[in-house]
């Protein structure tokens, strides 16, 4: 399948698990930690988009302006400006 950028959701569903470990820090942790690392997996390179570069600069930068703090978007600045170099994502992919 692929992954749709730049509505925001992947930001969101972020903040949702964020909050869910805040209010829950001892239920289901090695599931949500699961849900956690697949989510943030989605902002490494070599993804493959359902729409175009836009939507994927876009999601990116948002999560980078929502959590400006958080122990991840170092890593995920350094992989937007990788997507620039390099372009390892695959735009327009189709599932099936």
């Known amino acids: ?3 749709r950028y730049g509505s925001g959701l992947l930001t969101r569903l972020y903040g949702q698990i964020l ?3 805040r209010e829950y820090p001892k239920s ?3 599931d949500v930690n699961e849900e956690r690392d697949a989510l943030l997996e989605e902002f490494s390179d070599g993804g ?3 729409g175009n570069m836009k939507g994927v600069m876009k999601e990116f930068r948002l999560f980078i302006r929502t959590y400006p703090n958080d122990r991840n978007t ?3 600045k350094r ?3 990788d997507l620039k170099k390099r372009g390892a994502f695959r735009y327009n992919c189709h599932s099936g």
């Open 74 to 76: 170092t890593k995920i």
């Open 28 to 30: 289901y942790v090695k």
């Open 79 to 81: 992989n937007l400006v």
């Open 48 to 50: 493959c988009s359902c």
């Open 19 to 21: 909050k869910f470990k």
């Open 1 to 3: 399948g692929c992954t």
